[in-house]
């Protein structure tokens, strides 16, 4: 057997379906051997129009399905294209692996033609990178690769093949039924005095607050967390990514909060005097001032799968390293024979009255304008429950941080650790893949979009209906905004000039394309995308001058945020 | 606040990559190395001594041990306290030099 022949059977050991590729001279062996798989129907490729958006796709895919995405790139050039892929991944712990080809093992170091040192330049944005060395290596590192990558804190995982290793023959093919590396996935410890410490901590609390991260989502633990605020009467509030675990529609929760985050989520988990992290990291996007948290004197506990994050940031008073659904149902087992249920009415009377005051500022009328809020709204009136949301990154980003109701987990996905542009699309069709079942959303930017739009090219040839709704305000409007409020106006280096036509380039590639006037038009081209069931493009334009509120100084605490556009007098 | 810590890495060799990475770790958190010793057994078996130095007074040096715990193919760090070390000599016949591509004997 081939060495790329046993790369195709191992992966598809591993429960391949689907890869999203380019080819090229290193990877190609790989491809001569899955053309029988992909006629049969057994494998799917997806050829993508660059590298980068193979990796955002395979990100997708994992995010959507919880399973590892897998994507494929040449030596050189596609190596290199899929970096930010990864760190992308790494970043928001997806996991992703990645099969590379590289050069013959005797053209190593040489400079030869598309060489790359692709461990070199993996290293630093992955979980783990290896070079298959020897053709009987292939088995055993494409089972490490998917076990490292879906275990423990997820992450991505470059396999490295050389072409005269998938060029090989061998007879004695040998599968193993275990990873064997060095290696350990967290542990779950279920200490009974920690477990009871935290009970004893959250019964006695009059403000307490639950903020969820991304963990949740992975740990499939959003029952249990909901369980836990209905036993105590404890608002939720969430990291950005960690809004894809809770139902927006669930009453105690409360919103994303943070830089760009709900005024009165941030507002909560300050006024708290207890705050319990469950799978997110204290990170400097969501609490802005680790300064500014302590000294609330709040009590900080956590529980998180990777102990690490306990020294970072905020060292938490009590906190359990572990799967978040195992050790909330410890906690809630606990809970429930110690005592009686909480309702603390005066506290959560408190968060309705931030919810009321600050709703005030957060839906300002129509100045002529298209307003982001009513956009979002206009779209979760259409759209099913379940409908899946991806992003790109800019200001359309916060204000589906701030306006978007997911109203299923894992129906969320932005780049949120590394807030990459061009997230959106490429994200998107990767989740379409996985769950074709459900209708999903790119909620984009115009520089975005622009940034990995080529691949709508591959959602048209591919089939693959996803629904991209561009936000063409004709500038990179974060950036905008922080020049306008925070550098005196001095804009620079963000407006676009007319170029291109959104709605022709859509077209071009074979994808429908509306123009959105009003927000009865967003409605009703969005009707028509789901029916007609193919990839499409609705255009919305937003006016360069509308703010993603609140925000904060670069730099600044969450009291310091800016609730109002401050160039107006008004409230809106 | 410790501004050097001696540590002792206990892994598996699998290429220079281990090596690469946990070099990576520390400068990452803006610490140096001023010392290491790394030995490599037939199986793979690999240990590294290694004192690192925060120059930068940055204060990373829990955080970069406990960081260097949870990377694969590193079974453990252990953080041994009033270390000391002996400079090992090299003993060779003959040298060979190269310089910039130039090779001399
Ligand atoms: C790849 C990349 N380059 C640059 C940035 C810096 N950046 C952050 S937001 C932003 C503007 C994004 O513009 P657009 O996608 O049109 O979104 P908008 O803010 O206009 O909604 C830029 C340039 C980034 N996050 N990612
Ligand atoms: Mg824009």
Request: aromatic share 10%; with cysteine; hydrophobic share 40%.
């Amino acid at each position: 057997m081939k060495g790329s022949e046993l790369l195709v059977k191992s992966m598809k050991r591993e429960g391949v379906k689907d890869l999203f590729g380019i080819p090229g001279l290193y990877n190609m062996p790989l491809y001569d051997s899955f053309i029988e798989d992909v006629e049969s129907g057994e494998l799917r490729h997806i050829l993508m129009r660059h590298e980068q958006g193979a990796a955002h796709a395979a990100d997708g895919y994992a995010r959507a399905t919880g399973r590892p995405g897998v994507l494929t790139a040449t030596a050189g050039p596609g190596v290199t294209n899929i970096v930010t892929g990864l760190i992308t991944a790494y970043q928001d712990s997806s996991p992703v692996v990645a099969i590379t080809g590289a050069v013959n093992r005797n053209a190593m170091g040489k400079l030869s033609f598309q060489e790359s040192d692709t461990l070199g330049v993996s290293f630093p944005v992955t979980k783990y990178a290896v070079e298959v060395k020897t053709i009987e290596e292939i088995p055993l590192w494409v089972k490490n690769a998917f076990y490292i990558a879906s275990t423990g804190r997820p992450g991505p995982v470059v396999v490295d093949i050389p072409r005269d290793v998938q060029m090989e023959d061998i007879e004695n093919v040998h599968y193993p039924e275990e990873a064997k590396v060095h290696y350990k996935p967290f542990k779950t410890v279920v200490n009974r005095d920690l477990v009871n410490q935290m009970a004893l901590n959250l019964m006695k609390a009059e403000k307490p607050v639950i903020l969820v991260g991304t963990g949740v989502a992975w740990a499939n633990a959003t029952d249990e967390v909901l369980k836990l605020s209905e036993f105590l009467g404890c608002p939720i509030v969430s990291t950005l990514p960690g809004k894809s675990a809770i139902p927006a529609d669930y009453p105690l929760y409360v919103g994303a909060m943070g830089y760009y985050g709900r005024a009165e989520a941030s507002m909560a988990a300050l006024e708290s005097d207890l705050l319990l992290a469950v799978g997110a990291r204290f990170s400097d996007r969501t609490f802005t001032s680790y300064d500014e948290m302590k000294d609330t004197k709040k009590i900080f506990m956590s529980i998180n799968l990777d102990p690490t994050d306990f020294s970072k940031g905020i060292k938490p008073d009590v906190s359990m390293a572990g799967n978040a659904k195992v050790l909330l149902g410890e906690l809630l087992n606990t809970l429930s024979v110690m005592g009686r249920k909480k309702a603390n009415y005066a506290w959560n009377r408190r968060i309705n009255e931030l919810k009321d005051y600050y709703s005030q500022f957060s839906h300002p009328s129509d100045d002529g304008h298209m307003r982001p809020w009513h956009i979002l709204k206009a779209l979760r009136e259409v759209l099913p429950r379940d409908a899946i949301m991806t992003t790109g990154v800019g200001q359309h980003q916060m204000w589906a941080e701030t306006y978007w109701e997911n109203l299923e987990p894992r129906s969320f996905f932005s780049s949120t650790g590394m807030g990459t542009m061009g997230f959106g699309l490429p994200a998107a069709m990767g989740a379409k893949v996985g769950r074709p079942d459900k209708i999903v959303v790119d909620y984009d930017g115009d520089g975005s979009f622009m940034m990995t739009g080529n691949n709508l090219a591959t959602a048209v040839d591919e089939n693959i209906p996803i629904i991209a709704v561009v936000n063409d305000n004709r500038t990179l409007g974060l950036v905008r905004q922080v020049q306008d409020m925070f550098q005196n106006k001095r804009i620079v280096g963000v407006d676009y000039g007319n170029s291109p036509n959104i709605l022709k380039y859509a077209e071009s590639f074979g994808a429908d394309a509306f123009e959105a006037h009003d927000y009865s038009d967003i409605m009703e081209y969005m009707r028509t995308a789901i029916k007609e069931n193919v990839p499409s493009v609705i255009r919305v334009p937003v006016d360069k001058e509308e703010l993603a509120l609140p925000t904060l100084p670069p730099g600044g605490k969450l009291r310091e945020m800016i609730v109002s556009d401050p160039r107006k007098n008004n409230k809106n | 606040m410790t501004q050097e810590k001696t540590i002792k890495i206990e892994a598996y060799y699998r290429d220079p990559g281990l090596l690469e990475r946990i070099a990576a770790t520390f400068r990452r958190f803006w610490l140096d190395i001023k010392w290491m010793n790394m030995k490599v057994e037939e199986d793979g078996k690999c240990t590294v001594y290694m004192s690192i130095y925060d120059g930068s007074g940055l204060g990373n040096l829990d955080l970069s041990v406990i960081t260097l715990s949870k990377m694969v193919d590193i079974d453990f760090v252990e953080e041994l306290e009033g270390a000391s070390y002996k400079e090992f000599e090299i003993k060779y016949n003959k040298m060979k030099k190269y310089e910039w591509g130039v090779i001399s004997e």
